[in-house]
């Protein structure tokens, strides 16, 4: 397999062009190709001609706007993945947004390191392996139908909200999962907390699953979020 | 617009003219239809009285003859407001009577007529008016009796008279009443202009005059009084919001400028700048959360929210937060329990969560039992119970209530209210984080939902409950509905 045939392909549909650049370049520092469309009409004409893993989409655009540029694709049969980004953040909205045909929603203003791990998410949702019955990070193995996670030669009891969040993240092992990815998946809840809550939840995990071993598998990205994998980079 | 203009234009004045020509129209016709029938009676009279006459006079006549006659007719004629006598020869020459002249050809027709006659004793040179009735007697003689119209005539112009003052004075009236009506209302309709125009120029402390009559416009007015009241306190809101905002973005986002400027300024190492740079994006992430709870509040509290109801269990609810919160309760010391039953409930499911979730925020940070206040002979298990957070769910009547209690110092009743306003933290807070914005959201999604946010006293500690009213009435209405439909089938 060649670097390019691996390479992330994303279009970027922003009219703000301060933002665009910006997201094009930080994009293309990670090694991604990004493309910039920058208003509606123009991003529609570019997605369904070209290959892109996933689409970035402003709601708010020019000639046409994001939702019905979103519909627009789906009822042409185009399935790429697309994030909308948003200045409207509300819980409604974002339903609004998802409803469209929209795979998921990120309020301005964003972390790029957000936004980068939500991008990483759903081009693996697409070209990633059917679902599996077991998730193994190292010697770490969750068994999704018997609900038994062992380590090594070690059987762990984790409760059963722990079992989902170790779903979760062996789920997208080797990716970044933000706290808001968390809070959202997992416990299925869309606003932010003012607190570190789900640290806590994690330093729990941490606990069960790499205490007294001598590899840690569960990481803390700084500035972004969690990764589980086996070894260092 | 004259001030006369004005009066007329005013809906009192114009239903007072309205009124006025139906009054008017009333009284005329009123005393029409008297003068009309009050002739018509005395006509009556009088022919009555002339027909009896004539009978009894051609009556002597046949018995007495011409002599007898006239006899009679002279013996008439003399007594005090006596009737019309006249008898003529078959050759028209007057034999007696008391009619001095007639109007030409009366007495060449038999029968009834209305004539100008005289006296013979009078002396003035008016003619009157007369109703009379000639007869022909036998051989001739024809013989004349009639009645003076004069009574009618006067009776008629007093009626006539009457109607001209009646209406005079019904107008007259009707307008004078018109114009003090229709000036008081506009009096008072002017004040309340006056005061209007000065709130609109931005006196908002401004109350219309409410008189002591309870009549429709002050009722009216203490209504407009009452919105103006809620106007004031929505502007005194929104004003203190604008104020505490400017405070409380201005301070983080100068502490962001400061940080900036003093890493810029001193030449560190990388590491410096990286460290500078972090707290900077934290500082701006608090920034970002506490504008994305502002603008949470503000539609919770314009209602726009409404849109994403559904049913839901309040125990679950409970459960869920409880199931979030109770590793970071334990791992600032306190233990979080939850007794949850279930509670079913219309609403918008995510704000409730978020709501109860700051309610737990503050209990976890503000609810730790007041050291000093324990007596030192105090076991742990005392102080262990003081550390509990209870999260609870249950139905009460048609409400449902999501409470969360603490152990902490609470809150004083005097603070409160105060409390759940936009960006407060109790001085006994201050030192902690936080936007100060979480009880506020948790009222404004109570309200949201028709319900409110209560502060008790948990003695010691705070009792925040979110109490939300059921659709009990909405169900109750849909119960009734499925029993009717078998007896309207039936």
Do not use: C
């Not at chain 1, 080797?174 to 806590?200: A, C, K, S």
């Not at chain 2, 407009?224 to 004003?239: P, S």
């Not at chain 2, 003093?262 to 560190?268: K, N, P, Q, V």
Request: hydrophobic content about 40%.
């Amino acid at each position: 397999m060649t670097v390019a045939d691996t390479q992330m392909r994303l279009l970027i549909i922003e009219d703000d062009r301060e933002s665009a650049d910006y997201l094009v370049k930080a994009f293309r520092e990670v090694g991604y190709v990004a493309d910039l469309a920058s208003d509606g009409e123009e991003g529609l004409a570019l997605a369904e001609g070209g290959d892109y893993d996933v689409l970035v989409v402003d709601r708010m655009l020019p000639k046409r706007d994001g939702l019905s540029l979103i519909g627009a694709l789906r009822d042409k049969g185009n399935r790429t993945p697309v994030l909308i980004l948003s200045a409207l953040g509300q819980v409604d909205d974002r339903i609004k947004g998802l409803r469209s045909g929209g795979d998921d929603y990120l309020p301005k203003p964003y972390s790029f390191a957000e936004l980068l791990a939500r991008i990483e998410v759903l081009s693996r949702r697409r070209g990633g392996p059917a679902e599996e019955t077991t998730y193994r990070v190292g010697d770490l193995e969750l068994d999704r139908l018997s609900h038994r996670v062992t380590r090594g030669k070690d059987e762990l009891t984790l409760q059963p909200r722990e079992f989902r969040l170790l779903e979760y993240l062996m789920k997208h092992a080797g990716q970044v999962v933000t706290r808001t990815m968390l809070l959202e998946n997992v416990w299925d809840y869309h606003f932010d907390p003012q607190t570190n809550v789900i640290d806590v939840h994690i330093s729990r995990l941490r606990s069960k699953i790499d205490k007294g071993f001598e590899r840690p598998l569960l990481h803390t990205i700084r500035g972004a979020g969690y990764m589980i994998r086996d070894g260092i980079r | 617009m004259t001030a006369f203009g004005k009066l007329v234009r005013t809906t009192a004045f114009r239903l007072t003219l309205v009124y006025l020509f139906l009054f008017a129209l009333f009284a005329a016709s009123l005393l029409g239809y008297f003068a009309w029938n009050t002739r018509r009676l005395i006509t009556e009279q009088i022919t009555t009285t002339v027909n009896a006459e004539t009978g009894e006079i051609s009556d002597i006549f046949g018995r007495r003859g011409l002599r007898g006659l006239v006899l009679t007719i002279e013996n008439r004629a003399l007594r005090p407001g006596a009737n019309l006598y006249l008898v003529t020869t078959p050759a028209g020459q007057a034999i007696a009577g008391n009619v001095g002249s007639l109007a030409p050809g009366v007495m060449a027709t038999t029968g009834w007529s209305e004539t100008a006659y005289r006296r013979l004793d009078e002396q003035d040179t008016a003619d009157h008016h007369a109703l009379v009735r000639v007869t022909e007697l036998s051989s001739g003689f024809r013989l004349l009796i009639g009645r003076d119209l004069e009574e009618r005539r006067r009776l008629f112009g007093i009626v006539a008279k009457a109607a001209q003052w009646s209406v005079l004075i019904v107008v007259v009236l009707g307008l004078g009443g018109g114009v003090f009506v229709a000036r008081r209302v506009l009096r008072r309709i002017d004040a309340m202009t006056g005061t209007t125009r000065r709130i609109m120029a931005g006196d908002l402390s401004g109350r219309l005059p409410v008189g002591r009559s309870g009549d429709e416009l002050d009722r009216l007015a203490e209504n407009l009084n009452a919105m103006l009241e809620r106007i004031e306190a929505l502007m005194m809101g929104l004003k203190e919001v604008s104020d505490n905002i400017a405070h409380d973005l201005k301070t983080p986002l100068t502490r962001l400028r400061n940080r900036a400027e003093e890493a810029l300024a001193r030449s560190g190492t990388e590491a410096e700048y990286r460290s500078a740079l972090e707290r900077t994006i934290e500082e701006s992430d608090g920034l970002i959360r506490t504008f994305n709870a502002l603008l949470m509040i503000a539609r919770a509290e314009s209602g726009q929210a409404r849109g994403n109801m559904d049913d839901f269990d309040a125990a679950d609810v409970a459960q869920g937060i409880h199931e979030l919160y109770e590793p970071l309760a334990e791992d600032s010391g306190m233990t979080l329990h939850v007794k949850a039953r279930s509670a079913p409930l219309h609403g918008n499911r995510e704000l409730i969560s978020q709501a109860l979730a700051n309610l737990v925020e503050n209990a976890i940070k503000y609810g730790k039992p007041v050291s000093a206040a324990q007596p030192l002979s105090a076991g742990a298990t005392a102080d262990a119970n003081q550390r509990e957070i209870l999260i609870e769910a249950r139905r009460d009547g048609d409400q449902v209530l999501l409470s969360v209690t603490d152990h902490g110092p609470g809150i004083p009743v005097a603070d409160r209210k105060h409390a759940v306003e936009r960006f407060v933290r109790l001085e006994a807070s201050r030192t902690q984080a936080g936007s100060g914005l979480g009880l506020s959201l948790a009222s404004a999604v109570a309200t949201l939902h028709g319900g409110d946010l209560r502060l008790d006293d948990a003695r010691p500690g705070l009792i925040a409950t979110l109490a939300i009213p059921t659709p009990s009435g909405a169900r109750d209405g849909l119960a009734a509905q499925t029993h009717d439909v078998p007896q309207k089938a039936a």
